[in-house]
């Protein structure tokens, strides 16, 4: 039944080792988001996809970096990982139009060594 | 700017007595109101939302929030709150952002329901 999926649940990494996080829906949602979450305070918006085109937040540093091959499937990777970059990252989906409800998948937690 | 509050960092209440999460927002136009309930590393979950109509509208699990226009609110409650109710609590407007929808959250409210 899940319809956003995020691999892996738990991710553990060293410090500067690249990391690749993904993200899949069923949902046939043409938008989907990245967010970054530290503990358990509001989810940050790291950038979105509206279809195909890419839309960065102007504060999301540029280790920070995203591909959506397709409509089902969505990668946050993060280039050289520093501590402050652990945390929790979510993956959202919705439709630009229509009802316009955010479904998040489970989350992944990012540990840096 | 478009931005939601909630006053609360955490709520607690007894099991059986009534619960309420406060939100405020400023949005320009119409908003959409949402809440979200979110389970220790788990992702968040979609409790309601209001986007017209009636002012009361109802969710999942028991939970109804309230719109109020004049006073920009958007309150999160429950009758009879249960101790399974406990997690973390985010209200979120959706508004218009440049040339897309973006959603909008509050800090969070943990709610603490106590046998």
């Known amino acids: 039944d899940a319809m956003v999926i995020q691999n892996p649940r738990y991710q553990v990494t060293q410090f500067g080792k690249p990391v690749t996080l993904s993200c899949s829906q069923t949902?046939?949602?043409?938008?989907m988001y990245w967010y970054q979450q530290k503990s358990s305070q509001a989810p940050k918006l790291l950038f979105h996809?509206?279809?195909?085109?890419?839309?960065n937040e102007a504060d999301t540093p540029d280790n920070f970096q995203s591909r959506r091959p397709n409509t089902s499937f969505c990668f946050l990777d993060i280039r050289s990982p520093g501590l402050g970059d652990a945390a929790m990252y979510l993956c959202?989906?919705?439709?630009?139009?229509?009802?316009?409800?955010?479904?998040f998948g489970a989350g992944t937690r990012l540990s840096v060594l | 700017a478009q931005s939601v509050a909630q006053p609360e960092d955490q709520v607690n209440v007894a099991e059986g007595n009534p619960l309420t999460v406060k939100c405020t927002y400023s949005?320009?136009?119409?908003?959409?109101l949402f809440w979200y309930v979110q389970y220790p590393n788990r992702g968040l979950q979609f409790l309601l939302k209001?986007?017209?109509?009636?002012?009361l509208v109802k969710g999942s699990y028991g939970f109804e929030a309230e719109f109020n226009k004049s006073q920009t609110s958007f309150h999160l409650k429950k009758p009879s709150a249960l101790v399974s109710d406990s997690a973390l609590y985010f209200c979120?407007?959706?508004?218009?952002?440049?040339?897309?929808?973006?959603?909008?959250f509050g800090s969070g409210t943990k709610l603490n329901v106590k046998p």
């Open positions: 959202a989906t919705s439709r630009e139009t229509g009802t316009p409800i955010q479904y």
């Open positions: 949902l046939n949602h043409n938008v």
């Open positions: 996809y509206y279809d195909k085109d890419f839309n």
């Open positions: 949005v320009s136009g119409n908003p959409y």
């Open positions: 209001y986007i017209t109509g009636d002012n």
């Open positions: 979120a407007v959706r508004a218009r952002h440049r040339s897309f929808n973006k959603f909008y």
